[in-house]
């Protein structure tokens, strides 16, 4: 590929073209069709619907830090001060960036475009001289690198590279391995959980774990162990000083981020992914509900999977807004 599919850390706009005229062949100009319908929700956005607005403040009254069960982390940048997703349009919601070290909780409900947004941030990251780790904890290692395939992410050069490594694990063994471990330690909360995860000779900058769901599915009965495991884990991501996108799988985003709950209390980042059903049709948006330290725009803005760009992101056009409620 003569040029790098991800746009410099320096500018991701969110005022990308659709790049897809495929429906010309009905008469129908889909880029000239998009920017009409911009200009009318510029215009006039389109009103919340009342239930749609008190689900969004149930949320976002589950997010505030609990602060007897866990202490807040200091929001300090650490060396490099502040990283970039590289998906076109997120980072315009974001003032400065994410502060570097920080762990953000990806989550929403089936075909949400979850796992596609952490593999186009790590190959974006990768590519721009970032060691990216991905954890699977679902799909194999060759389904992921077909996903970065399709829509032309250079696994292949990036992982000759050194600078992405992409591996599996089964959420059983994890299990039987923090029981071993906390059998040993007779009951003790501190356990090193990093030797199940990481191999010695790959430090990353960056980590994807995908899913928190899974490897909870695996612990269910087990509800304590694993808390633990989930408080070592984020406490282990923060001593390495790796950014983290951890992904949880939502059946009901409105209600319930995460089954456990405890999840969106240690992260310090919370960005939602929707898939909204408008009549006939699906619609997917994304919304940066926390971020600790940095300042974001605070909207549900419209999202795209495209089959050359990825996910792709409109600032400007909001799904919803309160206008007239």
Same mark, same amino acid.
């Given at each position: 590929?003569?040029?790098?599919?991800?746009?410099?850390?320096?500018?991701?706009?969110?005022?990308? %073209? /659709?790049?897809?005229?495929? $429906? +010309?062949?009905?008469? &129908?100009?889909?880029?000239?069709?998009?920017?009409?319908?911009? *200009?009318?929700?510029?215009?006039?956005?389109?009103?919340?619907?009342?239930?749609?607005?008190?689900?969004?403040?149930?949320?976002?009254?589950?997010?505030?830090?609990?602060?007897?069960?866990?202490?807040?982390?200091?929001?300090?940048?650490?060396?490099?001060?502040?990283?970039?997703?590289?998906?076109?349009?997120?980072?315009?919601?974001?003032?400065?960036?994410?502060?570097?070290?920080?762990?953000?909780?990806?989550?929403?409900?089936?075909?949400?475009?979850?796992?596609?947004?952490?593999?186009?941030?790590?190959?974006?990251?990768?590519?721009?001289?970032?060691?990216?780790?991905?954890?699977?904890?679902?799909?194999?290692?060759?389904?992921?690198?077909?996903?970065?395939?399709?829509?032309?992410?250079?696994?292949?050069?990036?992982?000759?590279?050194? %600078? /992405?490594?992409?591996?599996? $694990? +089964?959420?059983?063994? &994890?299990?039987?391995?923090?029981?071993?471990?906390?059998?040993? *330690?007779?009951?003790?909360?501190?356990?090193?959980?990093?030797?199940?995860?990481?191999?010695?000779?790959?430090?990353?900058?960056?980590?994807?774990?995908?899913?928190?769901?899974?490897?909870?599915?695996?612990?269910?009965?087990?509800?304590?162990?694993?808390?633990?495991?989930?408080?070592?884990?984020?406490?282990?991501?923060?001593?390495?000083?790796?950014?983290?996108?951890?992904?949880?799988?939502?059946?009901?985003?409105?209600?319930?981020?995460?089954?456990?709950?405890?999840?969106?209390?240690?992260?310090?980042?919370?960005?939602?992914?929707?898939?909204?059903?408008?009549?006939?049709?699906?619609?997917?948006?994304?919304?940066?509900?926390?971020?600790?330290?940095?300042?974001?725009?605070?909207?549900?803005?419209?999202?795209?999977?495209?089959?050359?760009?990825?996910?792709?992101?409109?600032?400007?056009?909001?799904?919803?807004?309160?206008?007239?409620?």
């Amino acid at each position: 590929m003569a040029s790098s599919p991800f746009p410099s850390s320096e500018s991701s706009s969110g005022e990308n %073209s /659709l790049g897809d005229n495929s $429906f +010309s062949s009905l008469g &129908i100009d889909m880029i000239s069709l998009h920017r009409d319908m911009a *200009a009318s929700l510029k215009k006039k956005p389109m009103a919340m619907p009342g239930h749609v607005r008190d689900q969004r403040d149930t949320i976002r009254g589950r997010l505030p830090q609990d602060k007897k069960r866990i202490a807040p982390k200091s929001v300090v940048p650490k060396e490099g001060g502040w990283i970039f997703t590289g998906i076109p349009g997120v980072d315009s919601l974001l003032d400065k960036g994410i502060p570097k070290g920080l762990s953000i909780l990806v989550c929403g409900g089936p075909g949400s475009g979850k796992t596609i947004f952490c593999l186009q941030t790590a190959a974006y990251a990768a590519s721009h001289g970032e060691k990216c780790l991905y954890l699977t904890f679902e799909e194999s290692e060759d389904r992921l690198k077909n996903h970065m395939d399709d829509f032309g992410w250079e696994w292949k050069a990036m992982e000759k590279k050194g %600078s /992405l490594l992409i591996k599996r $694990f +089964s959420p059983f063994d &994890i299990t039987r391995q923090v029981e071993a471990m906390l059998e040993k *330690a007779r009951g003790e909360l501190l356990i090193d959980v990093k030797p199940l995860l990481f191999p010695d000779w790959f430090v990353p900058d960056r980590i994807v774990v995908d899913s928190l769901s899974a490897i909870a599915a695996a612990f269910v009965g087990k509800e304590e162990t694993y808390r633990i495991y989930v408080e070592q884990l984020f406490k282990l991501f923060e001593e390495i000083g790796a950014t983290s996108f951890l992904i949880s799988e939502s059946t009901d985003v409105v209600h319930h981020l995460t089954a456990s709950g405890v999840e969106e209390f240690l992260a310090d980042g919370v960005i939602v992914m929707y898939n909204f059903k408008r009549g006939n049709v699906r619609e997917n948006a994304l919304e940066i509900l926390k971020i600790r330290g940095a300042k974001f725009q605070k909207k549900i803005a419209a999202m795209q999977i495209t089959s050359e760009d990825g996910i792709v992101v409109y600032p400007a056009q909001e799904v919803f807004s309160e206008e007239g409620q």
